[in-house]
C-alpha cells in the first residue's frame, strides 16, 4: 500500500507531459477566422490598404466640402446683415419700395441710393460674424457626420490632391464674386455632387 501514491504521482506526471505534448486544440483558430470575416474588421482592412494617393483624394472632397460651405455662408452673413442695417436706417417699406441695396461695404458702406452709412460698421461684422460661424459649424459637423469614416481617418495626413487644391481656386473666387443666387446654385450643386459620390470613391475590397 506504501507505494500507491508513488505510483498515482507518476502516473499524473505522465499525463501532463502527454497534455504538454499534444496540439492545441483547434477551438481558437476558428475564432480568429470568425472574427477575421466580421464586417467590420473587413472594413478596416480596406481603409488600411488606401494609399497616400487615395488619401490626398478623400482630403481634397474634404476640402472642396468646407470651401463651399465656408464662402456661400459667408455671403449669406454678409447678405442678411446688409439686410438688417438697411431695414434700421431706412425702414422695410422704404427699402422694398426703392429696392435699396448695400453695393459697397469696404471701407465705408454704400447704399444704391448714394448714400454711405458711417456708424454701423462694427453692428454689421457683428451680425455677420454670429451668423458666418454658426451656420458654417452645423452645416460642416453635418456634412462631416455623413461621410464615411476613411475620409475621417484620411484627414490625419493632412496632404491634399492638385485638383482640389484648383477647385478651392476657382470656388474661392466664384463664391465670392458672383451674385448671391449664383453663389448659392453653385454651392449646393458642388455639396451635393461631392456627398453623393463620397462612398464611390473609395476603393472596393480587395483593391488598393
Known sequence: MAHRPALAED??????A?????ETPPVPRVIVLLLKRT????KTAREGRLTSTQNESLNGRVLVIFIAITMSMLRIGVWVA????????YGRERVSREHLQMVKIKPRFVVSNGDVLWSRGFEHFLIVGAIWMTLTV???????KLLPKPYHDAMQQGTYAGWSILTLIFLFFALGLLPLKMTLIIAVVTLVVVLSTARASLPI????
Open 39 to 42: 464586417p467590420c474588421l473587413k
Open 138 to 144: 452645423l452645416l460642416f459637423s453635418l456634412a462631416w
Open 82 to 89: 446688409s439686410q438688417v442695417v438697411l431695414f434700421q436706417v
Open 18 to 22: 502527454r497534455g504538454s505534448s499534444q
Open 11 to 16: 502516473q499524473l506526471a505522465n499525463y501532463s
Open 205 to 208: 475590397d480587395g483593391q488598393t
